[in-house]
């Protein structure tokens, strides 16, 4: 489930647990970080720089609580010319919508458009209807996910 990484934009990923777990996958895409967000600690077995976030896929989830930190991983990686996986358990909602934050600080574009730009990327992206309303509480209140 899941499938194979899809790339979002240059140096960014989203994909499953099954692509942050493919040595072969993550030297293909010459994946230098992974950003994790799932229900419990996972143990990689990797030789990369990695960062979990611990959330539950569900709607009562608070993931913008991870936004700020997890987007400092991910342009800290960006800056230092890094490619970057950003996996959930298969590359739909937590990392969708963490992907989708990034965008949103990092370049001028609405939610709406990022939303589609992220379906058209990553088939099946969809981010569960709880983290839809983070992001509209955050950019109601901060302007922006990353304040």
Do not use: W
Request: a neutral charge.
């Amino acid at each position: 489930m899941g499938g194979a990484m899809s790339s979002i934009i240059p140096g960014i990923y989203v994909g499953g647990l099954t692509s942050a777990r493919s040595e072969r996958e993550l030297n293909d895409f010459e994946i230098t970080h992974i950003c994790s967000a799932f229900q419990y600690p996972l143990n990689l077995d990797i030789k990369r720089t990695h960062r979990q976030f611990i959330i539950r896929d569900s709607p009562e989830a608070d993931i913008s609580k991870f936004f700020t930190d997890a987007i400092d991983f991910i342009h800290g990686a960006r800056v230092n010319h890094g490619n970057v996986l950003i996996h959930c358990a298969c590359g739909i909602s937590r990392s969708v919508s963490i992907t989708m934050a990034y965008l949103l600080c990092v370049t001028d574009f609405s939610l709406r458009d990022i939303y589609k730009a992220m379906r058209a990327a990553r088939l099946g992206a969809s981010p569960n209807s709880g983290f839809i309303v983070s992001f509209i509480v955050n950019l109601h209140v901060f302007g922006v996910p990353c304040n």
